[in-house]
């Protein structure tokens, strides 16, 4: 068995309250966070350019973790998507494609291995559409981690609150780990007022959280969450 702390954090391309694109208030949170694996969404990263334009890369040197990035939204040079940072060794990706005709997102998937304790994790950023958000969740998502034989971990930026359709939905197969919240805070966005949860970090049936956390800052407009999960060797 394997026990991991995961947070999931919209870093809005390292664009604080402030307005300004600052990396390094991004990696003092996740540093002051001590986590085994990151979800992170809007992460930008632009090929040959190093620092505040190449996130996902220079956030794991850092932070000295792994890391895998499946782009979103294409730029004119580079592009922002989903990147997933691990302790552990990652072991295979796969970019999933959320199609809509309007709002194409992504979600990215990662198999990590943890000392012999294997697992998948799930890092998404759902659409404003409420339509494509459940059929993306329902008939591409949920069908993948269910015929997965490891344990899987779903996160990252839903853009719904748990009374909407699609996050009761998904409260029917997995298991919202806020229901472990130990801290203080109950909402993510906007991360200067917060008012609304769309935040998530989710278990399957074959692991277990123990403590789940909303973290103050300002250097996203998204506060990040964290949870401590109990992994069981398969």
């Given amino acids: 068995m ?16 402030d307005g300004r694109k600052d990396l390094k208030q991004i990696h003092q949170v996740l540093d002051e966070l001590a986590v085994d694996i990151i979800a992170l969404q809007e992460v930008e990263m632009v090929p040959g350019v190093v620092g505040v334009s190449r996130q996902a890369h220079a956030l794991a040197g850092l932070l000295k973790m792994n890391y895998a990035y499946g782009p979103v939204h294409r730029l004119k040079f580079g592009s922002v998507g989903n990147a997933i940072l691990s302790k552990y060794p990652i072991v295979k990706e796969i970019k999933h494609i959320l199609p809509d005709s309007r709002d194409e ?36 998502i949920l069908p993948i981690m269910q015929a997965s034989s490891i ?33 203080l805070h109950g909402n993510t966005y906007p991360s200067d007022a917060p008012r609304v ?18 973290i103050k800052s300002q250097a996203s407009d998204h506060l990040p969450v964290t949870a401590i999960i109990k992994i069981p060797a398969v």
């Fill in 151 to 183: 344990p899987t971990i779903l996160a990252g930026d839903m853009n719904a609150t748990p009374a909407m359709r699609e996050m009761r939905m998904l409260s029917d197969y997995l298991h919202d780990t806020f229901q472990h919240n130990a801290g």
């Fill in 197 to 214: 949860r769309i935040d998530y970090i989710f278990t399957d049936d074959k692991s277990r959280c123990s403590s789940f956390n909303i």
């Fill in 105 to 140: 997102r992504g979600c990215l998937q990662a198999e990590i291995d943890a000392s012999g304790t294997r697992f998948s994790i799930f890092n998404m950023h759902l659409g404003l559409n409420q339509v494509s958000r459940y059929r993306h969740l329902k008939y591409i």
């Fill in 2 to 17: 394997a026990v991991i702390k995961v947070a999931s954090y919209n870093i809005r391309r390292a664009i604080g309250n």
